[in-house]
């Protein structure tokens, strides 16, 4: 395993060389990934209403402020994602790609007893088969997210379309808290890193 | 000299004893690398045997959650770990919340009995407390240097093919080709002609209807269902795509048992949707969303449907549940899934199962969501918050509650949903009737309940009482 051989270009923050860089052609993200990533940052904007501030925050703190410098900046990264309404048509680079994906493993794993809580919360009502309306925070969270992905996707695409429905935002959302549970762990940040390139690589 | 580590979290401890090689003297605080494991010992939170076993045992746990953790992460799944020779460890997705990990005892030579099966199912956080153990020990640079963290990204090649979705598609196309070369046999067939009787015999005319309306359905090349003699005794309409009796429609819905499996649940929506994208030809023509209650035999079939509102009743002949219906008479009721179907006005298709949608729970505890009950719940409801108001009001701005109740009118619980109306709980009626929604942990009711939105406005507290999720019709 390369984790540690990889080697660190000059001018990258060294906190992003725990992140090899896969073999795939053009060495930018793809769609996927740039959806994924996107769509994981809305689930922590979602269970923490300071959320977006907090990433800028937190890119300052990891010493990632080169890359993501403000909040136009995050903006254009977080919107290469191609399901957004104001879709930048412009591919998100490895390095940009990292630093988005330390930064929002980071706030996770400041999250991990809400996001603990409310798995086991939604496991509960699941075996009680009650509707997620039961548990105050856990309901909190999934309209929150409702209302952020309606708001900043594009109904146009299809992938949005037919994901538009309450029933299956909830799905997607609660999906998301269990990616963000998992990005909490030791090796949280690796696992979720080399998640995003499953089936892309040759 | 054994040494143990041990890697603890709240719901999964992992135990290991070995030994190192290192002989270190003069250093006995220092923490020795463990090289060689003789144990190690997995215990789960809930289960009381620990599952243990040698080296072997260790690798196979780890690779089985890692590679499992890693598909549930990117949603792909991959080949890679069924090419391997037999698994000692392997997991398996029960849900969207429980994980079945399976552990075979390490076969032993010479050894008579079948080796043994434990298998454990695991929550979401408990798998992650397992895959956090096993990370810490990868992480530990003094035992086991040699297992490392060892991730790679599932290759092009290793995907694992979505075949299910094929073998549901074979059968379905099937299927469908098979009712629509039926139908237009049959529509090649004379409308069978009843000779008006000349003589008023009624015996007679009884065997000239039977003689002429049983066409022979021999020419059909498949055993389809329009080809039994129920559909192709005479009828008014024999085109299959006449209009419909609604209400017969709407019978199908509620006179057969319901299909409760999640598995067949979910086959069934796959198959429906795919189906009426198929088959939806003018998206164009439907201007806005249009709901239904769509009832679906095990076989795929559409039994019958019944619009939510009167649009959705108005439009049905731009969507293609007309085209779909199963012509066959019903004989026996069979078993159907309900699902609701809406075409939205951007062109799309979804498909989500009946009960979901509603929110109400498969068996037990059910949600009150028919109009008339809720009807009925809402003026007792009313008339309760009216009749105890303690004093004047003094907010000046909309108070909304979601309030729980029970058949009879009597209030559960209430939450309130904006900040003022937490802050003027106590002027209202509402702690008088039921109690507060504690933070997140509603008490556990064995009957039916109802959900309503209460706004109380200012300034004399005016009552706007509404069902939670909107009228259904």
Same mark, same amino acid.
């Given at each position: 395993?390369?984790?540690?051989?990889?080697?660190?270009?000059?001018?990258?923050?060294?906190?992003?060389?725990?992140?090899?860089?896969?073999?795939?052609?053009?060495?930018?993200?793809?769609?996927?990934?740039?959806?994924?990533?996107?769509?994981?940052?809305?689930?922590?904007?979602?269970?923490?209403?300071?959320?977006?501030?907090?990433?800028?925050?937190?890119?300052?703190?990891?010493?990632?402020?080169?890359?993501?410098?403000?909040?136009?900046?995050?903006?254009?990264?977080?919107?290469?994602?191609?399901?957004?309404?104001?879709?930048?048509?412009?591919?998100?680079?490895?390095?940009?790609?990292?630093?988005?994906?330390?930064?929002?493993?980071?706030?996770?794993?400041?999250?991990?007893?809400?996001?603990?809580?409310?798995?086991?919360?939604?496991?509960?009502?699941?075996?009680?088969?009650?509707?997620?309306?039961?548990?105050?925070?856990?309901?909190?969270?999934?309209?929150?997210? /409702?209302?952020?992905?309606?708001? /900043?996707?594009?109904?146009? /695409?299809?992938?949005?379309?037919?994901?538009?429905?309450?029933?299956?935002?909830?799905?997607?959302?609660?999906?998301?808290?269990?990616?963000?549970?998992?990005?909490?762990?030791?090796?949280?940040?690796?696992?979720?890193?080399?998640?995003?390139?499953?089936?892309?690589?040759? | 000299?054994?040494?143990?580590?041990?890697?603890?979290?709240?719901?999964?401890?992992?135990?290991?004893?070995?030994?190192?090689?290192?002989?270190?003297?003069?250093?006995?605080?220092?923490?020795?690398?463990?090289?060689?494991?003789?144990?190690?010992?997995?215990?789960?939170?809930?289960?009381?045997?620990?599952?243990?076993?040698?080296?072997?045992?260790?690798?196979?746990?780890?690779?089985? =959650?890692?590679?499992?953790?890693?598909?549930?992460?990117?949603?792909?799944?991959?080949?890679?770990?069924?090419?391997?020779?037999?698994?000692?460890?392997?997991?398996?997705?029960?849900?969207?919340?429980?994980?079945?990990?399976?552990?075979?005892?390490?076969?032993?030579?010479?050894?008579?009995?079948?080796?043994?099966?434990?298998?454990?199912?695991?929550?979401?956080?408990?798998?992650?407390?397992?895959?956090?153990?096993?990370?810490?020990?990868?992480?530990?640079?003094?035992?086991?240097?040699?297992?490392?963290?060892?991730?790679?990204?599932?290759?092009?090649?290793?995907?694992?093919? $979505?075949?299910?979705?094929?073998?549901?598609?074979?059968?379905?196309?099937?299927?469908?080709?098979s009712l629509a070369a039926a139908t237009v046999l049959l529509s090649l067939l004379p409308i069978p002609k009843v000779e008006q009787p000349k003589e008023l015999f009624p015996v007679r005319q009884q065997t000239t209807a039977t003689a002429g309306g049983s066409p022979s359905p021999t020419g059909s090349p498949s055993p389809s269902p329009t080809t039994s003699p129920a559909a192709a005794a005479p009828s008014p309409s024999p085109s299959p795509t006449a209009s419909p009796n609604l209400q017969q429609l709407e019978a199908n819905l509620t006179r057969s $048992?319901?299909?409760?499996?999640?598995?067949?649940?979910?086959?069934?929506?796959?198959?429906?949707?795919?189906?009426?994208?198929?088959?939806?030809?003018?998206?164009?023509?439907?201007?806005?969303?249009?709901?239904?209650?769509?009832?679906?035999r095990?076989d795929?079939t559409i039994t019958g449907?019944?619009?939510?509102?009167?649009?959705?009743?108005?439009?049905?002949?731009?969507?293609?549940?007309l085209n779909?219906l199963s012509t066959q008479a019903e004989t026996t009721p069979a078993?159907i899934?309900?699902?609701?179907?809406?075409?939205?006005?951007?062109?799309?298709?979804?498909?989500?199962?009946? /009960?979901?949608?509603?929110?109400?729970?498969?068996?037990?505890?059910?949600?009150?969501?028919?109009?008339?009950?809720?009807?009925?719940?809402?003026?007792?409801?009313?008339?309760?918050?009216?009749?105890?108001?303690?004093?004047?009001?003094?907010?000046?701005?909309?108070?909304?509650?979601?309030?729980?109740?029970?058949?009879?009118?009597?209030?559960?619980?209430?939450?309130?949903?904006?900040?003022?109306?937490?802050?003027?709980?106590?002027?209202?009626?509402?702690?008088?009737?039921?109690?507060?929604?504690?933070?997140?942990? $509603?008490?556990?009711?064995?009957?039916?309940?109802?959900?309503?939105?209460?706004?109380?406005?200012?300034?004399?507290?005016?009552?706007? =009482?509404?069902?939670?999720?909107?009228?259904?019709?």
């Amino acid at each position: 395993m390369q984790l540690n051989s990889s080697p660190v270009q000059p001018g990258t923050p060294v906190i992003l060389g725990s992140l090899p860089d896969p073999t795939i052609a053009d060495q930018t993200c793809p769609r996927r990934a740039t959806i994924e990533i996107d769509l994981m940052l809305l689930a922590i904007e979602a269970l923490d209403l300071e959320g977006s501030e907090v990433i800028l925050q937190t890119a300052q703190f990891l010493e990632l402020d080169g890359i993501i410098k403000d909040r136009v900046t995050l903006w254009r990264l977080r919107n290469t994602n191609p399901l957004r309404r104001h879709n930048q048509r412009r591919a998100l680079s490895l390095t940009e790609a990292k630093a988005l994906v330390v930064v929002g493993c980071y706030m996770a794993r400041r999250l991990t007893v809400l996001i603990r809580q409310l798995l086991l919360a939604y496991q509960q009502l699941q075996e009680q088969q009650l509707s997620m309306e039961h548990h105050f925070r856990l309901n909190e969270y999934l309209e929150r997210f /409702r209302a952020h992905f309606r708001s /900043r996707m594009n109904p146009r /695409r299809a992938a949005v379309a037919e994901n538009y429905s309450d029933e299956s935002l909830n799905q997607l959302a609660l999906n998301l808290l269990t990616e963000l549970l998992f990005c909490t762990g030791t090796y949280g940040i690796q696992r979720f890193w080399f998640s995003l390139f499953d089936g892309e690589v040759a | 000299m054994t040494i143990q580590r041990m890697y603890s979290l709240p719901n999964c401890t992992l135990l290991l004893e070995g030994l190192g090689d290192v002989i270190s003297v003069g250093q006995p605080d220092a923490r020795l690398p463990i090289s060689m494991v003789i144990n190690a010992e997995c215990r789960l939170a809930g289960y009381e045997k620990p599952l243990s076993g040698g080296r072997e045992f260790l690798e196979g746990l780890i690779s089985a =959650v890692s590679q499992y953790v890693q598909n549930l992460l990117s949603g792909v799944s991959t080949t890679r770990v069924q090419k391997d020779a037999p698994q000692l460890v392997q997991m398996e997705r029960l849900s969207e919340t429980q994980h079945r990990l399976t552990v075979r005892s390490q076969p032993v030579e010479g050894a008579t009995s079948a080796p043994t099966v434990t298998q454990v199912d695991l929550n979401t956080v408990q798998l992650f407390d397992l895959v956090e153990a096993i990370d810490q020990l990868l992480a530990d640079s003094q035992t086991l240097p040699d297992l490392t963290l060892n991730l790679k990204p599932v290759s092009r090649r290793e995907v694992a093919k $979505p075949q299910q979705v094929g073998k549901q598609l074979v059968p379905a196309a099937i299927g469908v080709s098979s009712l629509a070369a039926a139908t237009v046999l049959l529509s090649l067939l004379p409308i069978p002609k009843v000779e008006q009787p000349k003589e008023l015999f009624p015996v007679r005319q009884q065997t000239t209807a039977t003689a002429g309306g049983s066409p022979s359905p021999t020419g059909s090349p498949s055993p389809s269902p329009t080809t039994s003699p129920a559909a192709a005794a005479p009828s008014p309409s024999p085109s299959p795509t006449a209009s419909p009796n609604l209400q017969q429609l709407e019978a199908n819905l509620t006179r057969s $048992p319901e299909i409760t499996d999640p598995t067949a649940l979910n086959t069934l929506s796959q198959q429906l949707r795919d189906k009426l994208d198929q088959t939806w030809s003018n998206r164009t023509a439907i201007t806005q969303d249009l709901t239904y209650q769509v009832g679906v035999r095990q076989d795929g079939t559409i039994t019958g449907y019944k619009p939510v509102n009167p649009v959705s009743a108005e439009n049905a002949s731009k969507t293609p549940l007309l085209n779909l219906l199963s012509t066959q008479a019903e004989t026996t009721p069979a078993s159907i899934a309900l699902y609701k179907v809406v075409f939205t006005g951007s062109g799309n298709v979804a498909v989500a199962s009946w /009960r979901q949608a509603m929110t109400s729970p498969v068996s037990g505890i059910a949600e009150i969501t028919s109009t008339q009950e809720l009807e009925a719940i809402l003026p007792k409801l009313t008339s309760q918050i009216n009749q105890n108001w303690a004093a004047t009001p003094k907010f000046s701005e909309d108070l909304i509650y979601k309030v729980r109740v029970r058949q009879d009118g009597t209030v559960v619980d209430f939450s309130p949903e904006n900040e003022a109306a937490a802050r003027h709980v106590q002027e209202t009626p509402l702690p008088k009737l039921g109690k507060p929604i504690a933070d997140g942990n $509603p008490a556990s009711v064995q009957e039916p309940l109802a959900l309503f939105k209460v706004v109380m406005q200012p300034p004399d507290g005016a009552l706007e =009482v509404s069902p939670w999720r909107g009228w259904q019709n």
